[in-house]
């Protein structure tokens, strides 16, 4: 028998936009109950017992159980088990040995092309491991009421990237399993977004979603770190418009060989469509490796895997989406805009009839205002101070930046109608003990000693795409004039922020 090269390998997990799927004689699809495996022997073993104990041993290599609060999600590879599997354990050692009402298990098709997401309802699915139950009736349900799925199994057949989770998912949890799986085939912002709508009434506690892709395809080993890194940082910002941003600076980037930066785009943007506007959401990322880094790859063409588990802090604090609704967003942005307006043009600061002011827009809070045009930073000037009336924070900030950022010139009048106005409401500041405490891309950080500090917000941590280390240097040196190890010393505060401006 000829002997397989790791490329010939890695390109079973390659994505293709063609479609090569059996059909009956009349054309319609094909009739059948259970989902047989399709990449048996290829991407796992076929035997019961052989597969068993190869996930007895990548459970045993993977990182174990780290997030002490319930697992909603997980995000994980789902090429051959020789390459991704201990990355792929690393997700599943996180999520609760529980039973789940359903399993959501997205995943993007390689091989066809169709609108939304085909549903299976005909029947269960096999691996060696026995039968995974399908939530036929939920499933059918889903397909009945929403436009974007559809109940034509076709795209299933020899598709992996559902199959390759459930070995995992029965090894944890056993025979309770109600699978529900969806497999993507549209290729649109809108269809992500049609299915996430469909979707997101079961992103809860009674349910687990699972979400299946590989990241960078065939780089070189370093290459794929940067990318990979990339990737990962901009799913845990929690932001579709991040995660696409990302895919095409990858792809234009010139990396030699990276045919994409995600595989499973569409599943994960879904994913993110789904819980973008879901308050105290935090993505934690397990493990981050690529085919390289076994002994059946090689380092000049790798596919990358990150292991990325999802959950929900409860803590009760104002950066949750109740304390601000949309409406008093729009309203504080319109205040900042007619404040710098006004002010820059004659120097009047305008009233405001506090009595046509919701609570949200009464309670003191601190708040920073950013301005910038044409993209680039223009003013930004904030306040941690919980004095006043979160709208007369603003008023302040707004005529701040504008007018007093020691960086730049005041706003001349010709500018008003060029810049774009950023919020950020900043909840209190607490002293942590240890940077371990720090989540980057949600807290704020603020170092002090002495008379000297210096703040970075939240969002600054996605927008440079720093290390930890790198945002505690950066804040230490270039804001609180510390020196780069000066946070070392110095006291330590962390907050949290409701972030928002105008899209133009």
Request: hydrophobic share 35%; net charge negative.
């Amino acid at each position: 028998m000829k002997n397989f090269t790791s490329r010939n390998i890695l390109l079973i997990s390659i994505f293709v936009a063609t479609c090569s799927y059996c059909i009956s004689e009349t054309g319609n699809k094909l009739l059948q109950t259970d989902r047989q495996p399709a990449v048996v022997g290829k991407f796992y073993p076929g035997d019961k017992n052989s597969l068993e104990d190869s996930l007895k041993a990548m459970f045993k290599r993977a990182v174990p159980k780290k997030i002490d609060k319930p697992v909603l999600a997980i995000i994980c590879p789902h090429a051959g088990y020789i390459f991704s599997g201990d990355v792929a354990a690393s997700s599943f050692n996180q999520i609760e040995k529980k039973h789940y009402k359903d399993i959501f298990v997205i995943g993007s098709s390689h091989h066809a092309l169709y609108d939304g997401a085909s549903i299976y309802d005909e029947g269960d699915f096999i691996t060696p491991l026995g039968i995974v139950k399908v939530d036929k009736e939920l499933a059918r349900l889903l397909v009945k009421s929403n436009k974007c799925f559809t109940d034509d199994i076709a795209p299933h057949n020899g598709e992996h990237s559902i199959e390759v989770q459930l070995p995992f998912l029965q090894y944890v949890l056993g025979d309770d399993i109600n699978l529900v799986p969806v497999l993507v085939g549209g290729q649109t912002e809108n269809d992500c977004k049609q299915i996430a709508k469909a979707l997101k009434p079961y992103f809860n506690s009674d349910n687990l979603f699972v979400i299946s892709t590989d990241f960078s395809h065939y780089p070189s080993y370093y290459d794929a770190q940067t990318s990979d890194k990339l990737t990962a940082q901009a799913i845990t910002s929690n932001s579709p418009e991040k995660l696409l941003q990302i895919i095409h600076e990858m792809g234009s980037s010139g990396i030699k060989n990276l045919q994409t930066a995600l595989c499973g785009w569409t599943s994960v943007l879904t994913f993110l469509d789904i819980t973008n506007d879901i308050p105290n959401l935090n993505f934690s990322i397990i493990t981050s490796k690529n085919s390289g880094d076994t002994p059946f790859g090689n380092k000049n063409e790798v596919v990358g895997y990150v292991s990325i588990a999802i959950y929900k802090d409860d803590e009760k604090n104002i950066s949750q989406n109740d304390f601000l609704t949309k409406d008093d967003k729009d309203k504080l942005l319109k205040i900042t805009r007619e404040t710098i307006s006004k002010y820059v043009s004659s120097h009047v600061v305008p009233d405001i009839d506090s009595k046509k002011l919701t609570p949200g827009l009464l309670q003191p809070c601190g708040a920073f205002v950013t301005l910038k045009e044409n993209g680039e930073l223009r003013g930004c000037i904030g306040n941690f101070s919980a004095e006043k009336p979160l709208y007369q924070t603003v008023q302040d900030m707004a005529i701040a930046a504008a007018t007093n950022d020691y960086r730049f010139n005041p706003v001349a009048k010709d500018e008003i109608d060029k810049l774009e106005i950023e919020i950020s409401v900043l909840t209190p500041m607490k002293k942590i003990k240890s940077i371990d405490e720090i989540v980057l891309g949600k807290h704020g950080i603020y170092i002090k000693k002495g008379t000297s500090g210096g703040t970075f917000l939240p969002q600054v941590a996605n927008e440079t795409n720093w290390t930890k280390e790198e945002f505690l240097g950066h804040c230490s040196q270039d804001k609180a004039g510390l020196g780069w190890d000066g946070w070392k010393g110095a006291e330590i505060f962390t907050y949290e922020a409701i972030v928002f401006g105008e899209k133009k």
